[in-house]
């Protein structure tokens, strides 16, 4: 497991080198406003997304370890097109589209969907390798091609930024296919004999906790952005998605630790080894994102304006640090939702998020008309904390964990210490 949340966080942090010198990239050829115009358009695809999550996301995982990878494969597929068209409407009704892009972030939706779907199928299988490379491989191909369209054929605009993503995701979802044709080609991966139309039931039911735990998070996560447009238009919303997507670059780790943490907590029954795993992981877990966020803040303010973006992103260092704690909370809230959704109590995590997406609201309402972007870092920061509390608080009165058990001790550094160890002898 060691070794897979290294080459994990390793494809990760790749790929965040990537995209952090896109971010500095896109300033200088789109600018503050065209940031903000691309903030929305991925956000409301990524909204999109995480609906289709009922079929293409954690459930995939989940009962890949239960069923033939068909009955997972077909109805997620399906899903993706069905799934992105209700969640278009839906935000098309709530004025919450970025007008003239309807078609783009239907289509950015669904070519995700099945780029998450054919990855998380590939984890499900234990092809760790092949659900990093196919992360890094459309990371690796949106730099190049972006460089390519803007500074080769001078296609320096939006327009040239959507079409090297879609071309991105297109072949990224190809490789993926690829490496996925094999597994859907055995015949004796039959873990319990079910009729489909059962299966089916069951994991719509489970996708549909899910998938509201994901939306809820993911609202809590982009809301902010609309909320900010409504107020300050799209140049305060590229201002804070710059500071946004700079912060949560550590979580990379996070997520790299959760993805293997959910597979071995799914795998296994024994509670005491679920709890074991998550307390070990969760430490891990918070311990690193401290450390590299207090770097980022640190940065000064003057050196993002002069040599990183441009003088239009002035205050992208007090949006970083509005955001700093609850980036620490929300990626360390991850590691003991994963252990509620492998471990079959989904509502719990799904409660987190609704209270998360409840206290951004209220927040919000107050903060970000009186402090702009800087309301908008703070509002996201007192949700995300308020989030991991209820976590760690379920999490304690499930498992009987004392607090003490939170505080990472000797022990847990000798055991890091030795797994390194052990890993480098290996190679």
Known sequence: MFKDIVSTIGARYLVAFLNLLLIFINSKVLGREGMGLVGVIYASANLAVIFNSILCGNTIVYFMNRYNLRYVFYPAYIWAFFGSAVACMLMFFFNMLPEGYEMVVFGLAVLISLVTA?????????????????????????????LFLYFVVDYKNITGYLTGLFIAYVAAYIYSMVLLLPYLGKKNNVFVDKPFSNVLKEMFLYGIWSSTDNLAEGLTTRLNYFLVHNTGGYGNVGLLDSGTKMSESVWHISNSISYIEYNSVSKTTDRQEQKRVTLQLFKLTYCALI????????????????????????????????????????????????????????????????????????????????????????????????????????????????????????DD???????????????
Not at 300 to 311: D, I, R
Not at 365 to 381: E, K, Q
Not at 382 to 388: E, H, N, R, S
């Open 118 to 146: 054919n990855s998380l199928m590939l984890l499900g299988k234990d092809n760790v390798k092949g659900f990093n490379l196919t992360f890094i491989f459309q990371g690796f191909l949106t730099f190049l091609l972006l």
């Open 413 to 427: 550094w000798n055991e890091l210490v030795e797994k390194i160890r052990h890993y480098r002898r290996k190679d």
């Open 291 to 410: 450390i590299i966020m207090f770097l980022i803040a640190c940065i000064p303010e003057w050196f993002f304006t002069k040599y990183l973006l441009t003088s239009e992103f002035a205050g992208i260092r007090n949006v970083i640090i509005g955001l700093s704690p609850g980036i620490v909370a929300l990626g360390s809230n991850r590691i003991l939702s994963h252990y509620f959704i492998g471990s079959g109590r989904i509502k719990w995590s799904t409660f987190c998020s609704v209270f998360g997406l409840v206290t951004l609201l209220i927040a919000g309402l107050f903060l970000i008309p009186a402090y702009g972007v800087f309301g908008a870092a703070v509002t996201s920061s007192i949700a995300y904390t308020c989030m991991l509390i209820f976590s760690v608080i379920v999490f304690k009165k499930q498992t009987g964990s004392l607090f003490r058990e939170f505080v990472p001790s000797k």
